[in-house]
């Protein structure tokens, strides 16, 4: 019976296991339950059909992992009542936490009379055909039909107890598959079997059974190693956490764990639950979760996850999720929720299956009574034709063929630290041509800094960024923190004070241009150069201190860069002084280097102008090469920042196209336009947060670095745990080739299934053939081909091109939407 139970209270310390049990919603109550034996959808089918009762408000089965997920109405029925209908349709519930993999598989009950049956069906045709001479003929029963007598010899008495020995599960499934009207496997090789018995076919009989009965057990033991690395993820959890409580070290499951407790790691240990570093040091292997190789460094403040491994150093972790609620368990929850959906190739051969097997159940019956009167010859003849041809009416093979590449290539994905939430975003990252990209954090690294300080009027260069801290610290743009974070580092102020002493009142982010407050009471601006324009500024005349001096850029740290000379901008001679050309000249020019320009001032007043770059990812030119590669016919950059920074960049990264000053709705649009343009559709890459309307608007959304950010994971279609951009080649060569591999695998099973069943009623093909080639032998087949999908490991750029791709990471700006 289930191990599932109501989930209890906050107060009484205890929480469900991560994967089971029965969990109260505002909707109802959640019920997981572990049903191992439900392997394809033609068993989901009837377990559905059990479930279709009062109270029940939804069922979600998945047959790959074989798992029951329904929503009840406790006040109308309960967890017994509901586990016993699933019983009664024919499938043991077992524990909730099950993972549904049979380690005794061929140890187990059914194994062994499988076992039994084949060594009496081995006997028979030894007596049979072998050794004809030594079989007996112990009686001559009155003849049935057109068949003539029954002979019971050794062989047949051989061939009934083999019969006896392997038939009961079948018959018993096929008794449930006829109460419930589902004309599945079961109930076709229940029919096959009976009938055969009835016509005095004790040889066909058992070949059928026992033939069906290995191919039966090789079946579960395909879908369990399939099952497996679902299982290998759920193991990466420690069941046991190390609690620091009143001083002592108390060791509890990791689910008694509460927020908030401090927990002990050793080197050698897992993290039992996500939480944040409080004590000690050391290396973690982020690898489960992240798919990242190298350890990483991990101090005081530093988040964990649950089933990292702690390399080296003792470390002192507070808990800051539960063991349910921890990145990995929701990972596994979705990996597995993944594959109970329903791809397009899978609602294809659900739905060429239920046309195909009734046809060919209606050509069996056909073959066997008509054969006979319009062809001619022996009835037996025929009827054995038929019942071939009733064995190649399931569609086990071609079934299950898209189920377990889905699971093959999500449970992959997840192990390489890449989470695809089902499998039809599988199939769809497969057939994607266009890439959209973000560019910052995404092509570029995301940490931007202040490079150039340009001082106009009278100002210096202290002044002008004490300026643009106060107005741009209430902003959470992250071109506004990085000048926020260079002002307190060098502790510039207007008023030579405590910066939190300037008076700021009037914030507002203009939207797309940049911001606006009162500083001591005058309004003062900092944005895009347009915003300066709209406020009436000629960029092309704007006045300098005319002391005979020249103006430079400063770098990141306030000082002259070491090469100095290359960048000093010589201000013209006018009649009021000197001045430079900040429109064809000073902004073109560091825009050119894919910097982010901000103008500082008044209403009245230009102040000065300030640089910020962010730096362009080594290894970006090597992924946009490898999608070129893999197939991708046009990558674009989207970015809200001006034209000529956007170019410089995508110049640098190699992309098809780049769409600059966009607005956060005019991605939407571009992701629409690119997606309407391609031919397999189009996935867009971002931060999963501020990308989401993009990324929902794409085909296929792939979010950046997710691993710890839980709106990330819920937003996107496909989730990089790592801040990693190499693992972008390896999600759309996983699909592509989940996405052969199924084709593959159906056209496969269709054409072996097309020749069987042409074959039969012309004399061709027999019923052992049948069960072998067209049951077991394609069911075998289909399933290896799909795990050959564990073996893809993403790409990484050749150490030689990682050495060239410094020269890719030159400083890149950061998305000025609102800076």
């Excluded at 039809?424 to 994607?432: P, Y």
Aim: aromatic share 4%.
């Amino acid at each position: 019976m289930s191990d599932s139970r109501e989930s209890n209270g906050p107060d009484d310390g205890a929480t469900d296991p991560p994967a089971g049990g029965a969990t109260d919603r505002p909707d109802g109550a959640e019920l997981r339950l572990a049903v191992p034996d439900m392997d394809c959808s033609s068993c989901a089918g009837k377990v559905e059909g059990a479930l279709d009762r009062e109270g029940v408000l939804s069922v979600d089965t998945r047959p790959t992992t074989g798992v029951v997920v329904l929503t009840y109405d406790p006040d109308l029925t309960d967890v017994e009542a509901l586990t016993a209908a699933v019983e009664a349709a024919g499938y043991a519930v077992e524990d909730a936490e099950s993972d549904g993999v049979a380690d005794d598989l061929f140890t187990s009950p059914r194994a062994i009379a499988t076992a039994v049956g084949g060594v009496f069906l081995a006997v028979g045709l030894a007596l049979e055909w072998l050794l004809p001479g030594l079989d007996p003929t112990f009686a001559t029963v009155g003849g049935v039909g057109f068949l003539g007598p029954w002979g019971v010899t050794g062989a047949s008495v051989a061939f009934l107890l083999a019969v006896a020995a392997a038939a009961p599960p079948i018959l018993r499934n096929g008794f449930y598959s006829l109460r419930g009207l589902s004309l599945d496997i079961d109930l076709l090789m229940s029919v096959g079997v009976v009938a055969a018995l009835l016509v005095d076919l004790p040889f066909e009989a058992a070949t059928l059974a026992v033939l069906f009965s290995v191919a039966e057990l090789l079946e579960r033991y395909s879908i369990d190693r399939a099952r497996t690395s679902l299982r290998e993820l759920m193991e990466l959890s420690p069941d046991e956490a190390v609690v620091i409580r009143d001083g002592a070290e108390e060791t509890v499951p990791a689910g008694a764990v509460a927020t908030g407790e401090r927990l002990a790691v050793r080197p050698g240990e897992r993290v039992p639950l996500d939480g944040v570093v409080k004590e000690g040091s050391g290396a973690v292997d982020e690898s489960p979760i992240t798919g990242e190789s190298v350890p990483a460094e991990k101090e005081p403040g530093d988040e964990v996850y649950a089933g990292s491994i702690n390399e080296a150093g003792y470390l002192e972790v507070e808990a800051t999720a539960p063991a349910e609620e921890s990145t990995i368990a929701k990972v596994v929850d979705l990996v597995e929720a993944a594959n109970g959906e329903e791809t397009r190739a899978e609602r294809f051969v659900d739905r060429f299956a239920g046309v195909y097997t009734p046809i060919v159940v209606v050509g069996a019956i056909a073959t066997a009574t008509l054969g006979p009167l319009l062809v001619g010859g022996g009835a037996e003849t025929w009827f054995v034709r038929g019942l071939t041809l009733l064995v190649v009416a399931c569609p086990c093979a071609f079934v299950i063929s898209t189920p377990v590449s889905v699971v093959s290539g999500v449970t992959a994905a997840a192990r390489n630290g890449v989470l695809i939430k089902g499998g039809e975003h599988l199939e769809a990252a497969g057939d994607v041509d266009a890439v959209a990209l973000d560019k910052t954090g995404t092509l570029t690294r995301g940490e931007l800094s202040v490079t150039d300080v340009v001082p106009l009027g009278d100002r210096d260069p202290d002044d002008v960024l004490a300026c643009a801290t106060a107005i741009e610290r209430r902003s959470e743009h992250p071109v506004a923190a990085a000048i926020v974070a260079q002002g307190e580092e060098v502790g510039s102020d207007p008023g030579d004070g405590d910066p939190d002493e300037t008076e700021v009142t009037g914030f507002e982010a203009l939207t797309g241009e940049g911001v606006r407050a009162d500083l001591d009471g005058e309004t003062h601006y900092a944005g895009k150069p347009s915003l300066f324009e709209e406020l009436g500024f000629d960029l092309s005349h704007a006045h300098v201190r005319s002391d005979g001096g020249v103006v430079r850029e400063r770098d990141a740290d306030g000082e002259e860069p070491d090469d100095a000379s290359a960048s000093v901008t010589e201000p013209e001679p006018c009649d009021h002084g000197r001045y430079l050309d900040l429109a064809s000249e000073t902004i073109p020019r560091l825009q050119a280097e894919g910097k982010t320009v901000v103008l500082v001032g008044t209403e009245s007043e230009l102040e000065g102008v300030v640089a910020v770059a962010d730096t362009v990812r080594p290894e970006a030119a090597w992924v946009v090469d490898r999608l070129h590669e893999l197939g991708i016919d046009r990558v674009a950059m989207l970015t809200g920042d001006n034209e000529r920074t956007a170019r410089a960049i995508g110049e640098r990264v190699g992309v098809d196209e780049v769409r600059a000053e966009l607005l956060p709705e005019e991605k939407v649009d571009a992701v629409r336009e690119l997606g309407a343009e391609a031919d397999g559709g189009v996935a867009m890459v971002g931060d999963g947060i501020n990308d989401a309307p993009a990324l929902a608007a794409a085909d296929v959304g792939i979010a950046m670095g997710a691993a710890g950010a839980d709106t990330a994971i819920e937003t996107a279609d496909v989730a990089l745990m790592a801040d990693d951009l190499t693992r972008l080649p390896y999600v759309v060569d996983l699909s592509s080739r989940a996405g052969s591999t199924i084709r593959t695998n159906i056209g496969a099973s269709l054409a072996v299934k097309a020749l069987l069943a042409a074959g039969a009623p012309l004399g061709y093909v027999s019923v052992a053939m049948a069960v072998v080639v067209g049951d077991m032998g394609m069911s075998l087949g289909v399933t290896g081909n799909a795990l050959r999908l564990g073996n893809v490991e993403p790409a990484e750029p050749p150490s030689a091109d990682a050495e060239a791709a410094e020269s890719y990471a030159e400083p890149a700006e950061s998305n000025a939407e609102t800076a």
